[in-house]
């Protein structure tokens, strides 16, 4: 099991002894247990372990008590606390003073004690000192001996913990870039100085030529290999679609092609150790080879110089972003197309906040209801009848996108690897063809994936882009895959790339300027790319992108359901110019 963050669970309590705090020791313990109860039944990391509270020795009522808290959580492994209580407290004596750990703190709504006091009080501390908290206050006054946690209470316990569990798990990890920048693609020109003050991560570089290396002088494991092989033979190699794309002078032979596949492979089991080690080749000798590069997401340059020679990376870069392989199902990793390294974070920030697989798109194209007329004769009917966004890259995308998973009701899902089924798996495997690569733009061959998303899944589309002068902004877009009508859809692919994956998106329309529409969404986009998570999941994006002082300049979220911290609200009533001014004010959290 991999080693997690741990949230810290902070009960504090007035410090007066004889009489006040005696009465409240039971109770302020009772609602640190329950906090922690409710996050570990019901928040996961990415391997499935549940995610994992540690609380305070005991109340925390006078400055002494704060420190030994505060040693524990770092002897712990905390990477973010929780304060808890339901009564007066001393707030600069009992509040949270670690500079790296996001911070909230729930004032238990009940009268007999000022424990909504505290929380103004200690909130206040937090913004004087420029430490900002996200402040908990239930809708509705509690009874003394309820211990219970209401809905609302537990909504934003769970909101905060998650996006906090996602901004401690980054933390100390690498982006590895396997090769450098992609076509002047602007993502992956990639940019250390905000990995390392936004997100506290670190950036690794291997060149591409390790790759040729560790194949050629046989740094990977052969077993793995012929298992990885038999498999690909079985459930990818079956599906090789008609290489219809390639002009006959293009074609690969059939040798060609097989090598190619064995290429790829090998490709994939080598950019996986390379982004996490493998003690495997430890046993094998490879003492420096098996560490890895401690990365959590990663980019694959691909474009061009490799794929002007080698086979291109999209088998190992859609397989690598889905919640299996050969060895079963898995979570998944982040893997970056053309190195977008921005890309990458978006994608990273999905998987985090919700452990699924995650989808990385070229926004490619948006259809108006005219233009799909004026081309097929045919109209664009429900959910897609204001016009459609279409969202297809070279074949690196998640097989999971395929929407061949389903829950009970089979309706179509991407998933948790834990909720994965055999039948989830055979099915996304059987609903994407591996075509030969065209050519005309991967001239060293190899294979793209190819599927076309099912209608009907709740997605987020997200985008991190990096503005000089001003730093990162998040772009966020709810909405829904869309079928379209069959005919209408073979026109348009077969008019863009009919070898790539396709998912048609659209996004959920608003009264805020850019979601006046489905153009003015694809038009507001910030860059050529996209990363898309199943589910709705605008607000916890808002909440993580508070906690990492990213500004969002683009969401359809309605403002109530905006979760920041307290001292957001200092910086004024309109919600979007006090995330862009408490952004400013306060800047990265690790510079
Ligand atoms: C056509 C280019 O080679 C593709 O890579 C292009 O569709 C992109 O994905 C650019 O982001
Ligand atoms: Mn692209």
């Given at each position: 099991m991999k080693k997690y963050p741990k949230i810290g669970i902070r009960p504090t309590i007035d410090g007066r002894q004889g009489g006040v705090r005696e009465s409240l020791e039971e109770k302020t313990m009772n609602l640190a247990k329950a906090v922690a109860e409710l996050i570990s039944t019901n928040l996961k990391n990415g391997d499935g372990s549940p995610v994992e509270c540690v609380i305070a020795d005991g109340t925390i009522g006078r400055v002494a008590e704060s420190a030994a808290c505060?040693?524990?959580?770092?002897?712990?492994?905390?990477?973010?606390?929780?304060?808890?209580?339901?009564?007066?407290?001393y707030g600069a004596e009992t509040m949270d003073m670690n500079p790296y750990y996001p911070k909230a703190v729930w004032g238990f709504n009940g009268t007999e004690r000022p424990g909504a006091v505290y929380?103004?009080?200690?909130?206040?501390?937090?913004?004087?000192?420029?430490?900002?908290?996200?402040?908990?206050?239930?809708?509705?006054?509690?009874?003394?001996?309820?211990?219970?946690?209401?809905?609302?209470?537990?909504?934003?316990?769970?909101?905060?913990?998650?996006?906090?569990?996602a901004v401690a798990t980054m933390r100390g990890k690498s982006y590895l870039s396997m090769g450098s920048v992609s076509m002047g693609i602007a993502g992956s020109i990639v940019n250390p100085d905000f990995f390392q003050e936004y997100l506290g991560m670190r950036n690794e570089s291997v060149d591409l030529t390790e790759i040729i290396r560790r194949m050629t002088e046989g740094i990977y494991d052969k077993e793995e290999y012929a298992k990885a092989m038999a498999w690909t033979e079985k459930y990818c190699k079956v599906n090789e679609g008609e290489d219809f794309k390639n002009r006959p002078e293009k074609r690969k032979t059939r040798e060609q092609k097989d090598a190619d596949w064995e290429f790829i492979v090998k490709m994939m089991i080598i950019m996986r150790d390379l982004m996490q080690g493998n003690p495997k080749l430890r046993e094998m000798g490879f003492k420096e080879e098996a560490l890895?590069?401690?990365?959590?997401?990663?980019?694959?340059?691909?474009?061009?110089?490799?794929?002007?020679?080698?086979?291109?990376?999209?088998?190992?870069e859609a397989l690598l972003n889905t919640s299996f392989d050969w060895n079963g199902i898995r979570e998944a990793y982040?893997?970056?197309?053309?190195?977008?390294?921005?890309?990458?974070?978006?994608?990273?920030?999905?998987?985090?906040?919700?452990?699924?697989?995650?989808?990385?798109?070229?926004v490619?194209?948006?259809?108006?209801?005219?233009?799909?007329?004026?081309?097929?004769?045919?109209?664009?009917?429900?959910?897609?009848?204001?016009?459609?966004?279409?969202?297809?890259?070279?074949?690196?995308?998640?097989?999971?996108?395929?929407?061949?998973?389903?829950?009970?009701?089979?309706?179509?899902?991407?998933?948790?690897?834990?909720?994965?089924?055999?039948a989830d798996v055979d099915n996304c495997l059987k609903a994407t063809t591996w075509y030969p690569a065209d050519r005309d733009y991967f001239r060293g061959g190899g294979f793209s994936s190819n599927f076309l998303s099912k209608g009907g899944m709740p997605v987020t589309m997200m985008r991190l882009n990096l503005v000089k002068g001003l730093g990162p902004v998040l772009q966020i877009a709810e909405g829904w895959t869309v079928t379209i009508d069959p005919e209408i859809h073979e026109k348009l692919n077969?008019?863009?790339?009919?070898?790539?994956?396709?998912?048609?998106?659209?996004?959920?329309?608003?009264?805020?300027?850019?979601?006046?529409?489905?153009?003015?969404?694809?038009?507001?986009?910030?860059?050529?790319?996209?990363?898309?998570?199943?589910?709705?999941?605008?607000?916890?994006?808002?909440?993580?992108?508070s906690i990492l002082r990213i500004p969002v300049c683009m969401h359809n979220v309605d403002d109530e359901k905006i979760f920041r911290p307290a001292a957001w609200n200092a910086f004024g009533m309109d919600k979007e110019g006090a995330d862009y001014r408490a952004c400013a004010t306060y800047g990265p959290i690790y510079k």
């Amino acid at each position: 099991m991999k080693k997690y963050p741990k949230i810290g669970i902070r009960p504090t309590i007035d410090g007066r002894q004889g009489g006040v705090r005696e009465s409240l020791e039971e109770k302020t313990m009772n609602l640190a247990k329950a906090v922690a109860e409710l996050i570990s039944t019901n928040l996961k990391n990415g391997d499935g372990s549940p995610v994992e509270c540690v609380i305070a020795d005991g109340t925390i009522g006078r400055v002494a008590e704060s420190a030994a808290c505060a040693e524990k959580f770092e002897r712990e492994g905390v990477g973010s606390t929780i304060t808890v209580t339901s009564c007066w407290c001393y707030g600069a004596e009992t509040m949270d003073m670690n500079p790296y750990y996001p911070k909230a703190v729930w004032g238990f709504n009940g009268t007999e004690r000022p424990g909504a006091v505290y929380l103004a009080a200690v909130l206040a501390g937090h913004a004087q000192k420029g430490l900002p908290a996200f402040g908990i206050y239930g809708h509705d006054v509690q009874d003394l001996d309820d211990n219970s946690i209401p809905a609302d209470v537990a909504e934003k316990i769970l909101r905060f913990a998650r996006a906090a569990q996602a901004v401690a798990t980054m933390r100390g990890k690498s982006y590895l870039s396997m090769g450098s920048v992609s076509m002047g693609i602007a993502g992956s020109i990639v940019n250390p100085d905000f990995f390392q003050e936004y997100l506290g991560m670190r950036n690794e570089s291997v060149d591409l030529t390790e790759i040729i290396r560790r194949m050629t002088e046989g740094i990977y494991d052969k077993e793995e290999y012929a298992k990885a092989m038999a498999w690909t033979e079985k459930y990818c190699k079956v599906n090789e679609g008609e290489d219809f794309k390639n002009r006959p002078e293009k074609r690969k032979t059939r040798e060609q092609k097989d090598a190619d596949w064995e290429f790829i492979v090998k490709m994939m089991i080598i950019m996986r150790d390379l982004m996490q080690g493998n003690p495997k080749l430890r046993e094998m000798g490879f003492k420096e080879e098996a560490l890895g590069h401690n990365a959590i997401a990663a980019g694959f340059q691909g474009q061009r110089q490799w794929t002007d020679f080698y086979p291109n990376g999209d088998y190992p870069e859609a397989l690598l972003n889905t919640s299996f392989d050969w060895n079963g199902i898995r979570e998944a990793y982040v893997v970056a197309t053309e190195n977008d390294a921005c890309n990458g974070v978006a994608m990273l920030f999905g998987h985090l906040l919700t452990n699924r697989a995650q989808i990385f798109s070229d926004v490619r194209t948006y259809w108006s209801p005219e233009a799909v007329k004026r081309v097929t004769g045919k109209e664009l009917t429900g959910l897609a009848a204001n016009g459609i966004i279409h969202l297809i890259n070279s074949g690196a995308t998640t097989l999971d996108g395929s929407g061949q998973s389903v829950d009970e009701a089979g309706n179509p899902v991407m998933k948790e690897p834990w909720n994965l089924t055999q039948a989830d798996v055979d099915n996304c495997l059987k609903a994407t063809t591996w075509y030969p690569a065209d050519r005309d733009y991967f001239r060293g061959g190899g294979f793209s994936s190819n599927f076309l998303s099912k209608g009907g899944m709740p997605v987020t589309m997200m985008r991190l882009n990096l503005v000089k002068g001003l730093g990162p902004v998040l772009q966020i877009a709810e909405g829904w895959t869309v079928t379209i009508d069959p005919e209408i859809h073979e026109k348009l692919n077969m008019r863009t790339d009919p070898t790539w994956p396709t998912t048609w998106f659209v996004p959920r329309l608003c009264d805020k300027p850019a979601f006046k529409d489905v153009y003015s969404v694809m038009n507001n986009w910030g860059a050529n790319h996209g990363a898309i998570s199943y589910g709705h999941i605008g607000q916890d994006l808002i909440t993580m992108a508070s906690i990492l002082r990213i500004p969002v300049c683009m969401h359809n979220v309605d403002d109530e359901k905006i979760f920041r911290p307290a001292a957001w609200n200092a910086f004024g009533m309109d919600k979007e110019g006090a995330d862009y001014r408490a952004c400013a004010t306060y800047g990265p959290i690790y510079k």
